[in-house]
C-alpha cells in the first residue's frame, strides 16, 4: 500500500510538472503573461533586485529609522500585538495592512534583518489564519473603542492590501504557502461574491478592486489556473466602473464627485483588465481620465485636490498623502501595462515634488493634506471637504486622520523597486531614474549588474556602467532608456561616442552587443519652462522639478492636551516670517531663460529635501499685490492672471527652489505685466 501511494505521488508530481512546462509564459527569465493575458512590455523585477543609492537610499534609511521602522513602538494603539492582524482583538481593519505594505518592501531593498523579522508575524498570521473554505485574516468584529477600527473585520477591502503584501513577499523570497494561500482565497472569492458582493461589508472595496485584480492576474501567470480568469470578470463586473465615469460622464469635473483616494487607486482598474480584455475602450478610458485630471483637478505638485473628496484645482486646496503614495502605485502599475512614458514623467512629478514635502524630515511626522500655495500651518478649519478638527496641514505623526499614518510608507520602497524593469524581449529598461543599482537577467539567463550613478532630478547627467560575471565575455540584450516629455533633445554615449540624440517622449532602445565595462552616458538637457493653472496662474519647472517660492518661517511644537488619541500628543505649527504675496512678472517663452537664473548651491548632503539643503535655486523677479491677503489661515484667492489695473509694488528679486524642499510656498503665481 505504502509503495502504491509512493508511485501516485510520483506520477502526480511528474503530471503537474509536465502541465507547468506546457503553461510556462513566453517569457524565460521573469514569470510574463499567459494567454489570453496580453504580453507586457515591461516586468517587474524581484523584490530586492534594485537597490537605491545616494539621496535615495538616504530616504529609506531615514524611513527605517523614522516611522516605517518603528511604527508598532510610535502608534502602539494600533499597531501592537493587539491588532487583529496579529491574531488580537485591537483594530481588525486597514491600518496594519497599510503599514505593512510599505515595511515590506523597505525591509527585503535594505536586505534589514531587524525589520524582516518584523514583517515576518504579520506574514505568519495571514498564512495560518486561514480557513478550511480559503477565507484569512481578522473574522470577529468587537465593540467600540476609541481610535481603534473594531468592525467589518470580514470586508474585502483591508484583503486587498495584504494580497499585496504577500505578492511582494513571495517576490522576496519564493514562499509558496504564498501561492496555496491565495489559489484558496480567491476560489472563496469566486465562490462568495455573487451572495456577498465587493460592497457588502462597505463601499471601499468597490472602487479600489484593481488591486485585487491585479493580484489574480499575478497568480494566474504563474498557477495557469483558468478559474482565475472567471474570478476576474466577476470583480470587473462587481467594481466601480470607471471606464465608462471616465468616457461617458462628467465625473472628474465635479468637486465632491469621488473620494480622491478611491480615485488615485481605482483609476488603474480599466488598463489592468485591458490585460485579459485588450478592447480599445479601457486604453481611451485611462487616457481621458489624467487629460481630465490635469483640466479640471491637477495642480503645480503633480497631485489633485482632494480633501477628501475631488475638490477641483484651487492652490489651496488639500491633497492627501495617501493620494500621493497611491497615485505613485498607479502609475507605475499602467506604466507596465502600457509602455507609455507620459505615465513615467506623472511619477516623477509627484515623487520629486508632492511626496517630499509632505512629510518632515525625520520621515516621521507628516500633514494629512498639502497646498499647492500654502503659508501659514495651523490648527483651524479650512475650506477642506473634511475637516479633523483643524489639524489636516499641520505636521505630525496623527494630524488630520490615521489613514496617512498608516500608508505612507509605500512611496519611496515602491518607487525604488520601479526603477527598472526587465523586458518582454529579454533585455532591460531603465525607465525612472535615481542613483541606483541593479541585478537582472537578460538574454538567455546571464546575469548583469548596472550601476546607476546620477544626481537626478537635480542634474541633467546619468550614468550606467555594466558589470558581467568574470565568465561572461560578452552578451546580446536590448537596454531601453527614457527621454522625458519635458526634454527638448537628450542624447546618448556609449563608451564616449554618442550613439543617439532624441527628442523627448520616447524611448530609446540600444541594441547590442555588451561588454564588462560598457558605460552608457545619458543625457537631459533641463531648461526653464512654465505651466499654467486656475485663474491663468502659472508655475515655473526645471526638468521634473517645480519650483516655489522660497518663503522663511518659524516653527512651533503644540502639546495636544485636548484630542491626543486622535491627533497624536503634539503637532507642529508653521508661521511664514517673510513676504508671500508675490506675482511673477509675465515673461514670453523665448526669453524666460533671460529672466530665469539657475544656480547651483553647492550644497552636497544626501538629503536634499529641504531648504537648507536644496541643491538648485533660481533667482527672478516679481512684485508684491497688497491686495493678496491671508484668508482663514491660508492664501486669498488668487488674483487673475492678467487682472486690468492691479495694485502692485515695486519690483523685487525673489529665490525659487524645488518644490519638495519647502513647507511654506507659492507654486502658482499670478502673473503680472512688467
Not at 480568469?229 to 463586473?237: G, I, K, R, T, W
Not at 508655475?539 to 486622535?566: C, F, H, M, W
Request: charged letters at 20%.
Amino acid at each position: 500500500m505504502k509503495n502504491s501511494y509512493k508511485l501516485l505521488t510520483a506520477l502526480l508530481v511528474i503530471s503537474l510538472h509536465a502541465v507547468c512546462q506546457e503553461k510556462k509564459p513566453l517569457t524565460e527569465n521573469y514569470t510574463g503573461s499567459r494567454a489570453p493575458l496580453r504580453q507586457n512590455p515591461f516586468i517587474e523585477l524581484p523584490l530586492g533586485a534594485i537597490k537605491p543609492q545616494g539621496w535615495l537610499k538616504e530616504m529609506l534609511v531615514r524611513q527605517k529609522n523614522g516611522a516605517t521602522g518603528n511604527l508598532d513602538k510610535l502608534y502602539p494603539l494600533v499597531m501592537n500585538k493587539r491588532n487583529g492582524w496579529l491574531g488580537g482583538d485591537g483594530d481588525q481593519w486597514e491600518r496594519g495592512p497599510y503599514w505593512i505594505d510599505g515595511l515590506l518592501p523597505l525591509a527585503y531593498i535594505l536586505n534589514d534583518k531587524e525589520l524582516i523579522a518584523k514583517v515576518q508575524p504579520w506574514i505568519e498570521y495571514a498564512i495560518k489564519s486561514q480557513q478550511p473554505d480559503g477565507y484569512f485574516g481578522p473574522s470577529k468584529d468587537y465593540g467600540p473603542e476609541p481610535g481603534l477600527q473594531r468592525d467589518n473585520s470580514r470586508d474585502w477591502w483591508p484583503k486587498m492590501v495584504m494580497l499585496k503584501i504577500l505578492k511582494q513577499y513571495y517576490s522576496a523570497t519564493g514562499d509558496q504557502r504564498i501561492i496555496k494561500l491565495m489559489t484558496n482565497y480567491f476560489k472563496y472569492q469566486l465562490k462568495e461574491l455573487p451572495a456577498k458582493p465587493l460592497d457588502h461589508w462597505s463601499f471601499w472595496a468597490r472602487y479600489r478592486a484593481g488591486d485585487n485584480l491585479m493580484v489574480v492576474y499575478w497568480l494566474y501567470n504563474i498557477t495557469g489556473n483558468k478559474s482565475l480568469l472567471d474570478l476576474a470578470d466577476l470583480l470587473h463586473q462587481q467594481s466601480y466602473d470607471f471606464t465608462d465615469a471616465f468616457l461617458n460622464t462628467p465625473l472628474l469635473s465635479q468637486a465632491g464627485s469621488i473620494h480622491g483616494v478611491n480615485l488615485a487607486q481605482g483609476m488603474k482598474e480599466p488598463i489592468i483588465y485591458y490585460q485579459q480584455h485588450p478592447e480599445q475602450k479601457y486604453l481611451a478610458a485611462t487616457t481621458r481620465g489624467y487629460a481630465d485630471l490635469r483640466k479640471f483637478d491637477e495642480m503645480a505638485h503633480g497631485l489633485f485636490g482632494g480633501d477628501e473628496a475631488l475638490h477641483g484645482n484651487d492652490p489651496t486646496q488639500g491633497s492627501e498623502l495617501c493620494t500621493a503614495v497611491e497615485m505613485m502605485f498607479t502609475l507605475e502599475s499602467t506604466l507596465t501595462i502600457t509602455g507609455d512614458v507620459n505615465y513615467a514623467d506623472r511619477l516623477e512629478k509627484i515623487a520629486f515634488n508632492a511626496l517630499p514635502a509632505q512629510v518632515a524630515d525625520n520621515l516621521t511626522d507628516r500633514q494629512y493634506f498639502q497646498q499647492a500655495n500654502q503659508v501659514m500651518l495651523t490648527r483651524q478649519t479650512h475650506n477642506f471637504d473634511v475637516n479633523h478638527a483643524g489639524t489636516d496641514v499641520c505636521y505630525g505623526l496623527l494630524t488630520g486622520y490615521p489613514c496617512c499614518t498608516s500608508n505612507m510608507h509605500q512611496g519611496w520602497p515602491k518607487f525604488t523597486q520601479n526603477l527598472w524593469y526587465a523586458t518582454a524581449d529579454k533585455g532591460i529598461a531603465a525607465l525612472i531614474y535615481s542613483p541606483s543599482e541593479v541585478k537582472a537577467k537578460v538574454a538567455n539567463g546571464t546575469e548583469i549588474f548596472f550601476k546607476e550613478e546620477t544626481n537626478y532630478p537635480f542634474d541633467e547627467g546619468i550614468r550606467f556602467t555594466l558589470t558581467l560575471d568574470k565568465k561572461t565575455k560578452s552578451v546580446n540584450f536590448p537596454f531601453q532608456l527614457r527621454i522625458p516629455a519635458w526634454c527638448k533633445k537628450g542624447s546618448v554615449k556609449i563608451n564616449g561616442q554618442v550613439y543617439k540624440e532624441a527628442e523627448g517622449n520616447q524611448l530609446v532602445t540600444i541594441s547590442r552587443e555588451w561588454k564588462n565595462g560598457d558605460v552608457v552616458e545619458l543625457n537631459l538637457p533641463m531648461h526653464i519652462f512654465t505651466n499654467t493653472w486656475k485663474e491663468n496662474s502659472v508655475s515655473v519647472e526645471r526638468g521634473p522639478i517645480t519650483y516655489a517660492l522660497k518663503i522663511e518661517g518659524t516653527s512651533k511644537q503644540i502639546k495636544n492636551t485636548k484630542d491626543s488619541i486622535d491627533y497624536g500628543n503634539a503637532y507642529t505649527e508653521i508661521l511664514p516670517i517673510s513676504p508671500w504675496n508675490y506675482a511673477l512678472i509675465r515673461t514670453a517663452d523665448n526669453k524666460l531663460a533671460d529672466n530665469y537664473k539657475v544656480e547651483e548651491t553647492g550644497q552636497q548632503s544626501t538629503y536634499p529635501w529641504s531648504l537648507k539643503n536644496a541643491p538648485i535655486l533660481i533667482k527672478t523677479s516679481g512684485k508684491r499685490i497688497p491686495s493678496w491677503q491671508l484668508y482663514n489661515g491660508m492664501t486669498g484667492p488668487i488674483p487673475y492672471s492678467v487682472t486690468y489695473q492691479l495694485e502692485t509694488g515695486s519690483t523685487e528679486d525673489i529665490v525659487l527652489v524645488p518644490y519638495g524642499c519647502t513647507q511654506l510656498r507659492i507654486s502658482q503665481f499670478p502673473v503680472v505685466p512688467k
